[in-house]
């Protein structure tokens, strides 16, 4: 489902998307092939950043991002870009391999940093910028964008912002929407934190403009997703896969939607995927090009 005017008018916002570090678009590019993934052709920022995005049937999508020009990067963190200074911290601290932030999708980002800042949690200047964006069969249009950043004061592994799509491009999408492991939705995301309860109380804020939001225990509940923040005992539980070392909070597993699970692993056994089951849902650790553990469930 794409993200609608009347979605956006709802008091927590949907998610968008999230943003994947890698070393390098050609690892990830093979990496999410053989997972099954439509990569869609590369976008160059003009900031420094490129992405080999994935896109789901259901609006949501994955951004790849690798440094793609460092000099430029550079630049762009000495003027104040939030997003490349955020990037850089996280690869200086974890690696060119993670999962560094999600998005959440508004209709007004000159509101959500306002809100940012008078909830205390915003993590810097608003970001505009446009890039060329292609399709699968070469047709080109452009893209832009309008930025707004939260983070808590301690939570250097993670952090999250709203964004407006100020030009949504005219091209259609469909061909990259389809999916040979047969992933239509993010379902869920999760993170691990020594205080789970704070953490999730900072999400809330940052998901409805700054405002607290009554949530299930455990969960942030989105309009199209779930965000879960659990202990590191509980996701290794949960999971059968480790939950790295101690943290205020960091971003760890997405929980995709798949139409036919069955079908996901015999692609995943074709394809010579590392992956076991737990719980009744196919689990595949974080491996190069692929920064966060990869989840798939069926639909609910």
């Given amino acids: 489902m794409m993200h609608t005017a009347a979605n956006m008018q709802r008091p927590v916002h949907p998610l968008d998307h999230i943003v994947l570090p890698t070393a390098t678009l050609e690892g990830a590019e093979a990496r999410l092939t053989a997972l099954g993934f439509t990569v869609a052709p590369r976008g160059v920022h003009p900031f420094g950043t490129e992405n080999c995005c994935v896109y789901l049937a259901d609006g949501t999508f994955l951004e790849p991002l690798a440094v793609g020009d460092a000099e430029i990067a550079a630049q762009a963190i000495m003027a104040g870009n939030v997003f490349v200074a955020r990037d850089h911290t996280y690869r200086e601290d974890h690696g060119a391999e993670g999962f560094s932030a999600i998005v959440f999708g508004t209709d007004d980002a000159d509101h959500d940093h306002r809100a940012y800042v008078e909830a205390g949690i915003s993590a810097g200047e608003k970001l505009d910028f446009s890039r060329p964006f292609t399709d699968r069969s070469g047709k080109s249009d452009t893209v832009s964008f309008r930025l707004a950043f939260a983070s808590g004061r301690d939570t250097p592994d993670a952090f999250v912002f709203a964004c407006q799509r100020i030009n949504a491009p005219k091209v259609d999408r469909a061909a990259l929407q389809a999916h040979a492991n047969g992933a239509t939705a993010i379902q869920g995301i999760v993170a691990v934190s020594d205080d789970p309860a704070s953490q999730r109380a900072l999400l809330t804020k940052a998901a409805a ?38 943290t205020a909070l960091r971003f760890a597993a997405v929980i995709f939607a798949v139409a036919d699970r069955g079908a996901t692993e015999r692609l995943l056994v074709s394809a010579g995927i590392r992956h076991h089951l737990q719980g009744g849902r196919l689990v595949v650790p974080p491996a190069p090009g692929q920064g966060a553990a990869f989840i798939f469930e069926d639909l609910k």
């Fill in 209 to 246: 403009r700054g405002k607290s939001s009554a949530q299930p225990d455990g969960l942030l509940v989105l309009p199209n997703a779930d965000v879960a923040v659990m202990r590191p005992d509980e996701f290794e539980a949960e999971f059968a896969i480790g939950a790295g070392g101690r």
